[in-house]
Structure formats: C-alpha cells, structure tokens
C-alpha cells in the first residue's frame, strides 16, 4: 500500500481504534449473547419511547382532575374506554400517571447510575493507581459508606435536603458509588502492574494518561456492569422513598402512586388497576438493570456461566 | 515387543468453533528400559497425547482413533478398575505443572502417603515406609516429609512429584515438562536424577519437553512431533546427528549453543497450522523451504528411512542433500516470509 | 569511550508483607532484589544480565528505567543522574531508554488496536505533525521488524497475533521513538524455539544499524553468548563476574559461573560436559550471609568466605570477579582498610 492509499484509508483506521466505540460494542455483544440481557435492553428501550413520548400519547395530564359528563369529579372509577386504567381517589387518570412515570424511573434510574459509574470509576482510579495515602483515604471514606444503612439514610438525606427529585439522585450516588469504587480500585490494582502499563510509563505517558488512556478502558466494561445494577437499584430505592412520603411531591413516579394507592385504601378496595401497573413497572425496570448486568458479568467473567 | 506401542492414535477437542485435531494420528513405540524424549512446539499436542495414554483426557476431549498397546493389553479398550491397575500403577505421569498443584495445606510426606494408599492399596505403616524410601530415592533427607510445600524449593518439590509418580513403581513414567520452571542449574539437577533413576529401576521414560537440548542431553532417543503428528523419530545421536526431516533440520539451526560460537541463527518462519482445520497436504509445508508441489496436497506418512528410522517426509530420500542446503535455505525464508504469506493467505492467520 | 550508562552500588528493597508474629514483634523484614549492583555500559555496547530467576534481574531493569525507586545507589545516564529527572527531562530520558518485555501477551493494551498502540508513543513526544504522518511512521516501523504488509496489522488486536508476532510489535513501538538504550527483559522466553531466532535476528540486526547501546537479560547463558559481548552474571542481587562473553564462558571463573556454564544443557548430544556439583537450595533474598552470598552452596567455600564479603575486582582477561579464590577481590580488611569493606 503506497502512503497515499494509506491516506485515503486513514479515517477507517482511526474510527475503529475509539475505545468508546469499543465499550458499546461491548454492550452489544452482551445483548446478542444473551437472551436475559436483550430482554433488559429491550424494556430499557420501551421505557425510553413511553418517557419521551408520554405527553404526546398519555390521554390527558397526570395531575389533572378528570370530570364525568355529569360535572362530577370521577373519582375511584374502574378502568373504562376513556379511564384504561381506571382513575384514583381524586379523579387522576392512572394510564396516564403510568406513562409519566416511566419518566422519573428513567431519569433517576439513569442520572443516578451514571454518577455512580463516574463517581465509582474516579475514586477506583485514584486509589488504585497512586497506592498510599490516596488509597487509604479513599478506601476509608468507602468503608464509612459501606457502614451506612443505605435506605434509612437515604431517606433522612432527602427529609434533610428536602423532598426533590434531584436530592434522591443525589443521595443515591453518595451512597453508592462504595461498590463500584471498590471493585474497580481491585481491578486497577492488578492492572497496574500489567507490562502494558508499564510500557506506557516507559513511552513517557504522565499518570494521568497513564490511568485514563490506558487503564480506563480496560475497566469500563466492569463500571458499565455496576451501572446497570446501580439502574434497578436507583428506580427501586426512588420507588421506596416516594411510597413512604419522602418523594417529590411534585412529581409523578411510580413509587409515588403506589403511595397514593396505599393511602386511599385500593389495596382492601381490591382496585388492581391502580397499584399492580405501577409495582409492575418497578418490577420489570429493576429486572431490565439486573439481567443487563448479569449479561455483563457473564461476558466478563466467563467462568460463571459453566457452572 | 516393546513396552508401549501406540498406533495412529487421534485425540480431538470438542469446541465451540469444531472439533481441534490435537493429535493427529501419532504411531510410536516405546522399549523397555529406554528414555525417549518428545519434542515439539507449543500447541503441537505433547501434553493431549500424554494424557490420553494415562486415560486422563478433560471431558471435551476424545479418542477418534488408533490404538494403544502396553505390555499386550489394549489400553483403550480397558475401563475401570482393568484401566486403574495400568494408570499409576504401570504406568505413572507427572504431569506439566505438577509441583504447583501440591495441596499447600498438607504436608508432603501425607500426600505421597495419600497417594499410595488411594491408588495403591497400601496400608498406613506400608505407605509411611515406602514414602522415606522414596524420598532418599530422588534425593531428599526423610526429614523434609514432615514439610509444607511452600517449604520447599521448585527443585525439591519436582523431586516430590517424581516420589510421587514412582511410588507404586511404574514400568513407564511419563514427565511433561517436569523442569520447564525451574532454574538451570536445578533443572539440570533434577533431570539427572530422573535419568539415574530411570536407569537404576529399569524404568522406560517418556520425557516431554520444547527444550531439544534437554533431550540431547537425557534421552537415548527422540520422537519430534509437529501439529499432531509425529514427524521423525530415532536415536538422539543420529537423529541429532543427521536429521532426515526438514523441521527437525531447522530446529537444529534455530537455537544457539553455549558451547559453540554460533553462527547465525535461522529461524523456522511462520507457524504451526490451526488444528482445527489442519492443511490437507504436509502441515509444515508453508514453513519448509523444501517444500514441493505434491507436499501441498499429499499428506507424507511416517515411514522408515535409513538406519532403523523414521521420518514423514516425501523429500526424506533426499535428506543428506538437504541437510546441507538448510542453512541457507531457512534463511531465505526468514527475509521472505513463509509460503503462505508470498501465496496469499492471511498472514495473522485469523486465530493465534 | 563514553560511559552512556553508570550504575553504581545500585540497592532496591522490597518490604516483606511479614505475618501478624512480624506486625507484633515489630520487625521490618525486607527482600534485598538487588544489593549493590555496579556496572558501566559503553555507547553501542552490549551487556548480558544473567542469573537464576529472583537474583534480582528484572528489578535492575526497572530500577534503569526509572518503574522503581532505588533504595540506594545511583544511575547515570549520559552523565545525568536518572533518579534527579523530572518534567521534560524525564521525557526525553524516556525517549531515549526503551524497554523490550519479558512477555509480549502483556505488553499491549488489550483494548487497543495495533495502530492505536503505536501510535501512542508519537503522540506522547508529539512526533510527527498529521496523523497520516504518523501512520506513515507506524507503517514504517512495523515494516523494520517484518510485519509486512503493515497494514494488515493496523486493525488487529493482540489476541490476534502470535507471540512472535506481537514481541515484533512491541520492539516496533520502542523503535518509533528513536532510543538509545535498549533495555530486553528475557524478551524470548515466552516464544516457541522456531521463531526465538527470528526475534533476536532482528534485534540484533537494529541494534548493530542504530548503533544502539543494549541491556539483554536472560536465564539463557547461550542466548547472551550470541547476543552480547560483555557478560555480567547474578547471584542473589549482586554481579558475581563480569567480563567480556567469550572470557566468561570459555573460562569461568567464579565457582558459580563455572556450575551454571556446565549446567547448561547442549543441543549437541555427542560433547561431553563435566558437571560441576553444587546444592540446588535456591537461597531467599531475605536472609542475606554476612559473607559470600554463594557460601552456602559453593564447594570450594572456605573460612573467610563466612564472614567476609568479596568484592567485585579485576582478575585477568578483562574479567572482574567477587570471590576470595582470586586473591585480588579479597578486600584488604586484615591491612586495616576498613573502608573498602561492604556493608550488608
Ligand atoms: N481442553 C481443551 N479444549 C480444547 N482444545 C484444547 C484443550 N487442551 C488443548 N487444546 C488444544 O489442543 C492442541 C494441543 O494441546 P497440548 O496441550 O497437547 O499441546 P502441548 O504440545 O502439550 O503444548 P505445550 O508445549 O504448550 O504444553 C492445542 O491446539 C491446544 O490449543
Ligand atoms: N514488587 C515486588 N515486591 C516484593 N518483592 C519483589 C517484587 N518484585 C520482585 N521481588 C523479589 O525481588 C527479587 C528479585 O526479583 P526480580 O528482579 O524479578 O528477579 P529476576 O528478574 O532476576 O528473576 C525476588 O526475590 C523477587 O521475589
Ligand atoms: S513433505 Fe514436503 S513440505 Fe513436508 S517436510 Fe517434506 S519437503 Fe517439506
Ligand atoms: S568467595 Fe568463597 S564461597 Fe564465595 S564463591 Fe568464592 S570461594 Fe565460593
Ligand atoms: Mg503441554
Ligand atoms: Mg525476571
């Protein structure tokens, strides 16, 4: 090949060595292997439509109260052709909540589970490549978090920070990114003595090339792993806090219906079409996390999957 | 008759992407009381054939073909307890590796006391008495039975494992790479006393290793396998001396010697073919410089050349003459590249 | 002749991770890797590190290239004391030192491309100005060592080479930079026989065109007997002999040179050769003799070789041995000149 035809073969070369491209990759052939984990992607994906398309096909708002013809609210009504799902105790179309809801799941589910993965990836870095006192503080501060209760914190968290939407995100990448940060920390800590990294220092790469160029993207796939569980993680622990009064009141999520069926009673009113979708909804985007992550895990840990 | 006759014998891997050919066919004998050392690079099937012998093959594996004879029995046609009388009684392994496998958590001496009792039968007080005897056998004072492997050096453990394979005393002891690890000076050591014991006992010793100068040094003969088959086969001496097959020919000048001021190295260009799509013809013709064109499609047999050898080679005839271009010929293979790469196939290869 | 490296009485420590008796008991048990290692190296030269595996050869290595930070001693580089670089010194040290690595497996990013890798080491010294002129150089190294076409190479990964093939790589990397010091740690070990010439063809081949200066370690005497002509061989962290290659095996001097000369097997099955004996305890860098470090093991160990260590110094041939054998390496302690005694 002349060097004008490597020229021309140039871009080629240079989109197939992004180590981004890589890691997406990655995420796809765990897709293709695994059955589970086309599944989890597949929900994820729903879920992503109905979010961003719930104004436009949700029947009416959320939090609007809905009239009979008659000019009564139409309260507690059971599921009908304008009510698919019926309506709660104030007139509030449920099939339209659900819809909404798939809005708060994804937001906290995915903004939580990215800062876990931002914040976890960074501090198992650090603690990892630079050893001493970096390590020892970092791992201290871990072990602090570890020693929380997470739920009971996280609820005093957001009672002191004050019931939003933002604050429960929040909360919830303090609070998790303890696992992530450690596993990855094990992972550099072997990594770092690999020859190839030696061999970046020996090419005079500065620490942080070093840890970022070359170590980074060999540790991706295992923060891509812990972020997909830290999705299922963050939609249930959102979901928890809402359904104990400590969620954002302005907002519809799921948890937060459940509450509200809770405290009207549905559940001895046997009104299924309120609480079951929404605890559905949990259930299945809580699933989608875990079986991506197990699809992860089987790819990176092949061994576990001959047992 | 000889002690082990094996008879094109093929072992295959079960894989995800088709069955691998580890061993493809491989006819050899082995007299009783000689050392026989087989060579070969990495991945040419050494150890699959070994452990086929012994009846240890992972579970992935199988036998496709051939036959195994030892002292008159058919091994392959032996199951349970018939085959357990033949494995580790008559016929002991060590296998590659073996001294990182000893149970850190128990002392040496109760695991060749184990061993006894588990696949010989021995009592206790039987066993306790062979293991010292044993243990002065392959060179180390009784005292050191009562220690932890991590106790003892690479050196002392090799000699441990070799306790171990000759403690129901095998007529045939089979040793995969049983110094690869070890320092030079142990490796050699611990290989004396193998031969000495080999010598002593009456043993025959199938020596497995990549290193040809350990055969040179141990072995009254060798067997050169190459991509699961065997490709030459005889007397150290002569085979060392004048090699009748192109690839035994190119090992010769592919290392140096301390001994001798080497001339230039020549290496062998290229690779071994992948097993689990073997060529049709001579599976060393993309790296031989003598290649012709039959070799391309016509696989050579093991067949008898002068002397009581063996040799699969279509060009075997020839041998002397070639012997004397190989030099030269190899290297110019190494400034071309092997044939595949001039006739176009994929350099990489696809797999490794 | 300019001494393009100088290392001199060179000590690395490693802390010992001693159990919870250790932890109580106060006691800080160190491995002593190396222990006052000294040697020059001429430009263009060649030197052969050998030794049995742990006496500390590796640990040199990195120690030179600054992946460690000696305990004691010093390394000078062209003159300029390596452990004082930092900042643009230090990147142009590295430019100039190159490391080959022990296993090629290893030594590539996983997650990188063939391309990717090479051209890691332009970006970092900023050389070349396009990309295209980049991968006209990466073309062009991966065309010195013979990976040819080069461009099949590009898009691979190193799971999909060869041992052979990827040690090329790695020598491909260290030359973009244009080094001075090649520094190859057992860089054929981890290959098939066939193909360890090839590999040391080549590195021969450019170290002789570039004129570079070599640090070859090995276990493998007859590999540094072909690549090297100055020899220095390793015994528990310091250099027993050191001379040049032919002197050194053709005539061993130190005992264990003469035990590790003839415990080297021979591909030739008909030369006789005459073992020397020696134990084979491999002795731990943790509890160092006061004396020689090869008493326990030497047969011809005699009083002073207990409680005095030799010193590394010139007998004839150009060799220099630490062993009382050798009157001249006897450190005149008895005369009073206690300071030419080591220390431990
Ligand atoms: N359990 C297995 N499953 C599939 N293939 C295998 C298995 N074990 C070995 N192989 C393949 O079979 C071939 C022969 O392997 P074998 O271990 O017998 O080689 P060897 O000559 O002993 O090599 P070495 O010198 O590296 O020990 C190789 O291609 C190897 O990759
Ligand atoms: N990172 C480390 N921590 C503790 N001990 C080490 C470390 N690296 C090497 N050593 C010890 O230092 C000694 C010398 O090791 P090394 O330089 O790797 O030897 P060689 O390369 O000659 O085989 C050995 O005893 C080894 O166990
Ligand atoms: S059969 Fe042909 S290709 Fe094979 S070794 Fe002989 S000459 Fe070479
Ligand atoms: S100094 Fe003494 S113990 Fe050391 S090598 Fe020389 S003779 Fe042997
Ligand atoms: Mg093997
Ligand atoms: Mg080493």
């Given at each position: 090949m002349s060097s004008s035809e490597r020229a021309a073969a140039l871009p080629q070369w240079t989109r197939a060595t992004s180590t981004w491209r890589d890691a997406l990759l990655v995420t796809w052939a765990v897709a293709r292997r695994d059955r589970f984990a086309l599944a989890g992607l597949v929900i994820y994906g729903v879920l992503l439509v109905v979010a961003l398309a719930a104004p436009v096909v949700a029947p009416y708002n959320p939090q609007d109260l809905n009239y009979r013809p008659d000019g009564e609210v139409a309260a507690d009504e059971v599921p009908s052709l304008p009510h698919w799902l019926g309506t709660t105790?104030?007139?509030?179309?449920i099939f339209s909540q659900v819809l909404f809801g798939a809005r708060a799941a994804l937001v906290v589910g995915f903004v939580a589970a990215f800062g876990v993965v931002v914040l976890g990836t960074l501090v198992g870095l650090f603690a990892g490549y630079y050893s001493g006192w970096v390590d020892t503080l970092l791992m201290r501060l871990a072990d602090v978090a570890f020693g929380i209760p997470f739920l009971p914190m996280a609820i005093v968290l957001v009672a002191f920070l004050g019931p939003s939407i933002w604050n429960t995100v929040l909360v919830m990448i303090l609070l998790l990114w303890r696992d992530t940060g450690r596993v990855i920390r094990a992972q550099v800590l072997s990594l770092r003595t690999r020859s190839y990294v030696e061999a970046a220092r020996v090419l005079g790469a500065s620490h942080l090339r070093t840890m970022f160029v070359h170590i980074a993207p060999n540790v991706l796939p295992l923060s891509f792993l812990y972020g997909s569980l830290a999705v299922g993680w963050a939609i249930l622990t959102e979901a928890t806090i809402s359904f104990l009064g400590?969620?954002?009141?302005?907002v519809i999520s799921w948890g937060f219906m459940l509450q509200d069926a809770y405290n009207s009673q549905a559940m001895a009113r046997h009104a299924f079409y309120w609480f079951v979708p929404p605890g559905l909804c949990i259930m299945l985007a809580v699933m989608a996390g875990f079986f991506i992550g197990r699809g992860y895990e089987e790819l990176l840990f092949p061994r576990l999957r001959r047992r | 008759m000889s002690l082990l006759e094996i008879d094109t014998l093929a072992v295959q891997y079960h894989t995800l992407h088709g069955a691998v050919q580890a061993v493809r066919g491989v006819t050899l004998s082995i007299e009783r009381g000689r050392a026989v050392g087989l060579v070969g690079e990495s991945g040419c099937g050494k150890t699959t054939l070994a452990r086929a012998l012994i009846g240890v093959l992972p579970r992935n594996a199988a036998i496709a073909g051939g036959r195994v004879r030892f002292d008159g029995a058919d091994l392959l046609q032996l199951s349970g307890d018939a085959l357990n009388d033949y494995r580790w009684r008559r016929i002991a392994m060590i296998p590659q590796a073996a001294m990182d496998s000893l149970d850190p958590v128990y002392r040496v001496g109760d695991q060749l006391v184990e061993t006894m009792r588990l696949r010989g039968g021995l009592t206790s007080p039987q066993a306790r008495e062979r293991a010292e005897r044993l243990f002065a056998l392959v060179g180390?004072?009784?005292?050191?039975?009562?220690?932890?492997?991590?106790?003892?050096?690479g050196g002392m453990k090799q000699r441990v494992v070799i306790a171990m394979a000759l403690a129901l005393e095998p007529q045939l002891v089979i040793a995969d790479e049983p110094v690869t690890a070890l320092d030079v000076i142990v490796q050699h050591q611990v290989l004396r006393t193998l031969r000495e014991l080999q010598e002593t006992l009456q043993l025959s010793l199938l020596l497995i290793t990549h290193d040809i100068s350990v055969v040179a040094d141990l072995c009254d003969d060798v067997v050169v396998m190459y991509a699961g088959r065997i490709v030459e086969a005889g007397s150290v001496r002569e085979v060392f001396a004048a090699p009748h097959h192109p690839y035994t020919m190119g090992l010769r000048n592919a290392f140096p010697s301390l001994r001798a001021r080497s001339a230039r190295l020549v290496p062998i260009e290229g690779y071994p073919p992948d097993l689990a799509s073997p060529p049709a013809g001579c599976a060393f013709a993309p790296r031989c410089p003598f290649a012709i064109e039959r070799c391309w499609h016509d696989d050579p047999a093991l067949l008898p050349t002068t002397g009581g050898r063996l040799a699969a080679c279509h060009r075997a005839a020839e041998a002397d003459a070639l012997r004397t271009q190989a030099p030269q010929a190899f290297a110019r293979l190494e400034a071309t590249g092997p044939q595949s790469v001039r006739s176009g196939a994929p350099p990489a290869g696809g797999t490794l | 002749m300019n001494h393009l490296l100088e290392v001199t009485d060179l000590r690395k420590e490693y802390p010992l991770q001693s159990g919870l008796l250790g932890a109580v008991m106060g006691s800080r048990r160190v491995v002593h890797a190396v222990n006052g290692v000294s040697f020059v190296l001429d430009e263009g030269g060649s030197l052969g590190l050998a030794g049995e595996s742990g006496c500390g050869k590796t640990t040199t290595a990195k120690l030179i290239l600054k992946l460690l930070h000696p305990t004691a001693g010093s390394i000078r580089f062209a003159g300029r004391d390596v452990a004082g670089l930092d900042g643009s010194d230090l990147l142009s040290y590295r430019r100039q030192a190159q490391f080959i690595f022990q296993n090629p497996y290893e030594a590539?990013?996983?997650?990188?491309t063939i391309l990717r890798s090479l051209l890691e080491p332009l970006i970092i010294h900023e050389i070349g100005r396009s990309i295209a002129e980049r991968v006209e150089r990466v073309a062009g190294a991966l065309d010195r060592v013979h990976l040819n076409p080069p461009e099949t190479f590009f898009l691979k990964y190193p799971h999909q080479l060869s041992g052979g093939q990827l040690q090329r790589v790695v020598i491909a990397r260290a030359l973009l930079v244009d080094p001075v010091l090649l520094v190859a740690d057992?860089?054929?070990?981890?290959?098939?026989v066939s193909i360890r010439a090839g590999v040391l063809n080549l590195m021969r081949d450019l170290s002789r065109e570039r004129k570079l200066t070599t640090l070859y370690i090995s276990h493998d005497l007859a590999l540094i007997r072909y690549m090297c002509s100055v020899t220095a061989v390793m015994y528990l962290g310091t250099i027993c002999e050191i001379g040049p290659t032919e002197e050194v095996i053709e005539h061993p001097r130190h005992p264990y040179t003469q035990a590790l000369v003839s415990a080297v097997p021979d591909p030739d099955p008909t030369r006789p050769r005459r073992p020397v004996e020696i134990a084979d305890t491999v002795p731990t860098p943790f509890q160092l003799p006061a004396g020689c470090p090869f008493a326990d093991r030497c047969p011809q160990v005699m009083e002073v070789c207990r409680h005095l260590r030799p010193l590394l110094l010139p007998v004839d041939g150009g060799v220099r041995v630490a062993c009382h054998l050798y009157p001249g390496s006897t450190p005149r302690a008895a005369e009073g000149d206690g300071a030419k005694l080591e220390p431990n």
């Open positions: 105790n104030l007139g509030r179309d400590f969620g954002d009141p302005n | 180390l004072a009784p005292g050191r039975l009562r220690l932890y492997p991590h106790e003892l050096s | 590539l990013n996983p997650r990188f057992e860089p054929v070990s981890m290959l098939d």
